[in-house]
């Protein structure tokens, strides 16, 4: 089946730490984006990447890095940074075309203890 | 200030009623505007999109409608199931080049016994 997924489903990270959060699509798009989702709150764009071996930063980039070192993957890490980084992670990809419809992952929960 | 207004925020109705959800825009240029549908705890899928020149398009229970003059859609379900609980979420796209999503905050809709 094609697809976006991400690992893992839930994840837990103490304070200071460091965390990467895996985006895997096997859909052949050359778009791959992170947002971030907090409760009452719409999706907010993080990084995204337009092709391997570039990205951008979105809205809300302070506190992440990402890496596309290959079509099929877009890692997102989690700094100790980040001040408040409890939130749902999705990772989407887009194709070409001008209706291109971005395809979302199941999404990665983080919590920091 | 956010360029796509959702309205409700929340919705409760009962099973088999019918419901419209609202979407406002100031974004320009206009591409075209998707309708994702979001489960708890789910990646968002996309239910319709309109361009320009389209004023309805439906997918099964599910009746978009775009007023472009106004600036203005609307999701109309109808017939309600309980598995039509979810997070609806309007997507904007602007004519440019690089990133051009706009997401609202969308309409939170539980259908009840």
Same mark, same amino acid.
């Given at each position: 089946?094609?697809?976006?997924?991400?690992?893992?489903?839930?994840?837990?990270?103490?304070?200071?730490?460091?965390?990467?959060?895996?985006?895997?699509?096997?859909?052949?798009?050359?778009?791959?984006?992170?947002?971030?989702?907090?409760?009452?709150?719409?999706?907010?764009?993080?990084?995204?990447?337009?092709?391997?071996?570039?990205?951008?930063?979105?809205?809300?980039?302070?506190?992440?890095?990402?890496?596309?070192?290959?079509?099929?993957?877009?890692?997102?890490?989690?700094?100790?940074?980040?001040?408040?980084?409890?939130?749902?992670?999705?990772?989407?990809?887009?194709?070409?075309?001008?209706?291109?419809?971005?395809?979302?992952?199941?999404?990665?929960?983080?919590?920091?203890? | /200030?956010?360029?796509?207004?959702?309205? @409700?925020? &929340? *919705?409760? !109705?009962?099973?088999?009623?019918?419901? #419209?959800?609202?979407?406002?825009?100031?974004?320009?240029?206009?591409?075209?505007?998707?309708?994702? /549908?979001?489960?708890?705890?789910?990646? @968002?899928? &996309? *239910?319709? !999109?309109?361009?320009?020149?389209?004023? #309805?398009?439906?997918?099964?229970?599910?009746?978009?409608?775009?007023?472009?003059?106004?600036?203005?859609?609307?999701?109309?379900?109808?017939?309600?199931?309980?598995?039509?609980?979810?997070?609806?979420?309007?997507?904007?796209?602007?004519?440019?080049?690089?990133?051009?999503?706009?997401?609202?905050?969308?309409?939170?809709?539980?259908?009840?016994?």
């Amino acid at each position: 089946d094609g697809g976006i997924t991400q690992s893992p489903k839930y994840l837990f990270r103490k304070e200071g730490q460091n965390v990467t959060l895996s985006c895997e699509q096997n859909l052949n798009h050359d778009a791959m984006y992170w947002y971030r989702q907090d409760p009452g709150q719409g999706l907010r764009l993080i990084y995204y990447s337009q092709i391997v071996n570039d990205f951008q930063k979105g809205d809300i980039a302070e506190g992440y890095s990402v890496s596309r070192e290959k079509k099929e993957s877009f890692p997102l890490t989690v700094t100790s940074a980040q001040k408040n980084p409890t939130a749902f992670y999705l990772c989407a990809s887009t194709g070409e075309g001008y209706f291109n419809e971005q395809f979302f992952g199941p999404g990665t929960r983080l919590t920091v203890l | /200030k956010n360029q796509v207004e959702q309205s @409700p925020q &929340s *919705l409760i !109705i009962l099973e088999g009623k019918n419901c #419209t959800l609202q979407c406002n825009y100031t974004v320009s240029p206009f591409s075209n505007l998707r309708w994702y /549908k979001q489960d708890t705890g789910r990646g @968002p899928v &996309s *239910l319709t !999109i309109m361009t320009f020149s389209e004023n #309805t398009k439906s997918n099964g229970r599910y009746t978009a409608t775009l007023d472009a003059d106004t600036k203005q859609s609307s999701l109309h379900i109808t017939a309600s199931q309980l598995s039509d609980s979810a997070s609806y979420i309007c997507v904007v796209r602007v004519s440019n080049s690089g990133y051009a999503l706009n997401f609202g905050k969308g309409t939170s809709l539980l259908v009840t016994p």
